[in-house]
Nanobody
């Protein structure tokens, strides 16, 4: 049974920080690419940050320099450190896993339930 469980969301004032965690079980965590997505009401879901199985990272332009994604394979956990938060960062943040084969095709992927991040002005 696969589970991705997010935690660490909450209410914070603009300029503040939060650290999100996503604990995975039921997958071989170390060989999966991991990502954080977010979805705000009335907005399209967007990829915020990703980290591959070989530890390469990618960020949306809107969060570069403010957010940092990392992973701890020993703990089967991926993190998103969010600094200098802005009201426009308000969204449900969702954790995603993706196992990709040698020709770049998605073999299997899973989603967490999400954690709410609210940034007040």
């Amino acid at each position: 049974q696969v589970q991705l469980v997010e935690s660490g969301g909450g209410l914070v004032q603009a300029g503040g920080s939060l650290r999100l965690s996503c604990a995975a079980s039921g997958i071989d965590f170390s060989i999966n690419d991991m990502g954080w997505y977010r979805q705000a009401p009335g907005k399209q879901r967007e990829l915020v940050a990703s980290i591959t199985r070989d530890h390469r990272t990618n960020y949306a332009d809107s969060v570069k320099g403010r957010f940092t994604i990392s992973r701890d394979n020993a703990k089967n956990t991926v993190y998103l450190q969010m600094n200098s938060l802005k009201p426009e960062d308000t969204a449900v943040y969702l954790c995603n896993s993706a196992f990709v084969n040698l020709v770049g095709r998605l073999v299997n992927g899973y989603w967490g339930q999400g954690t709410q991040v609210t940034v007040s002005s």
